[in-house]
């Protein structure tokens, strides 16, 4: 960096060339400004890969903490002779990386995370009012989100069905808490001693991803009893999509962990980079003064989700066992980013005020197509159950059939 350069708040520096550069406690492409959508995307998809592979060596090292805790289980699981637990990718780290490989590519090739509001945002192309309308209806998907990982969670217990004999209570209990320390992220809650544990005034005022969150609001003007506002249908949608896959019974525990984990985690930190870098962008050329503080929801995504989809990915491991649960696996997500597509193009025509093709006007691969109705009859359902006030035009949302999803022909 120039020593020339100057400060603009606490979020980039402008050089002695005019070039900006975000600086490494916002984002760690400090080039991030100069890099188009596209090239953001298969940088984070590259980064992902070699952090993966990365772990992959690890399991494969005695020495290492990781290796250990695996190695324990093996041994029990060899006592037993024939307890499929050995045949899980886990214990074969090709085999891990080409399921990982696999499914990275699924999730990461669907057009959701090119999404035209992404690619927009990230331009710098949004006024002060736009973002604001923006950061409104986001909200309500960012309050939601956590609570479908609670239930996720839930599926997973000492009375489900499970494969691996006196292994199966501790496969699940690692399983819980994966999903634990995501839950613990997003509320901002967790410890291990007694001493440290917090009040109860302490406890209400945790810094969870809400309150994170609100800031961004503080930024751009607006005060609470403006800041909670009804969902947009195709936003409601969403939220209830992730809530069916996760703790619906039609979905099974595979599918729920796969809606939270792989669905949710992998992309999060490529498209909230578009994000943050769109509004660090907008901040600098509009001179608004938005600081690290506010846009802080979206540099804690980007920093540390690449745990959580690690981690998601190994105890995925321990259920896939066969190239059936792998599609479960992709089906699942596909699920999750149709909805997702789906919002952020009712986000885009709301914030714009312009026509946003949906999935089914974009030609979407017939890899991502949903391959039976559970989802349809699931969200018909939930979306006749919604209370009165919390969706726009309650009543229209409830009566409403048509379907965010581009189902595969002859189902």
Known sequence: MSDTATPFSDLLTVDSEGRPRVLPTVHHLEQLLEMDAEAVLERFKQDQVADFRKVVEELKDPSNALYAEFAELRTIAEAQGDNPFLD??????????????????????????RHPFFVRVFNGEIDKQQLTEFALHYFNQVKNTRQCVALALGRFSGVMEMPYGQ?????????????????????????????E???????????????????????????????????????????????????????????????????????????????????VRFAWQN????????LIVFVAHVQYDVLHAISVMLVTSFY???????AR?????????????????????????????????????SQ???????????????????????????????????????????I
């Open 88 to 113: 899980t990718a886990l214990f074969d780290p090709q085999a891990l990386e080409g399921m990982f490989l696999e499914l990275h590519d699924h999730v990461m090739a669907h057009p959701v995370w």
């Open 320 to 326: 896939a066992n066969d190239e059936e649960a792998i």
């Open 368 to 410: 991502y197509h949903i391959t039976d109705r559970r989802i349809e009859q699931a969200l018909l359902k939930a979306r006749s159950e919604v209370a009165e006030g919390r969706v726009v035009d309650t009543e229209a949302y409830r009566q409403k059939t048509a379907m965010p999803f581009v189902f595969a022909q002859g």
């Open 287 to 294: 001179d608004v003064p938005l600081t690290r503080e506010h």
């Open 167 to 195: 292994l199966n209570e501790r496969i699940s209990e690692m399983s819980q808490i994966v999903l634990a320390q995501l839950v613990a992220d997003e509320y901002g809650v967790g410890s291990h001693e007694v001493e």
């Open 197 to 279: 544990y917090p009040s109860l005034g302490g406890l209400f005022a945790s810094r969870t991803h809400i309150v994170m969150y609100r800031q961004l609001f503080e930024g751009l003007g607006v005060p609470f009893e403006e800041q909670d506002v009804p969902m947009l249908h195709a936003v409601a949608d969403n939220i209830l999509i992730q809530r069916l896959v996760a703790g619906d019974e039609r979905f099974t525990p595979l599918e729920a962990l796969s809606s939270v984990g792989l669905g949710m985690e992998w992309g999060v930190p490529e498209f909230f980079t578009l994000l943050l870098g769109g509004m």
């Open 329 to 365: 696996i992709k089906a699942a997500t596909n699920m999750l980013m149709s909805g997702r597509y789906g919002m952020v193009s009712e986000l885009y025509e709301h914030v714009f005020k312009e026509a946003c093709p949906g999935l089914h006007e974009i030609d979407l691969p």
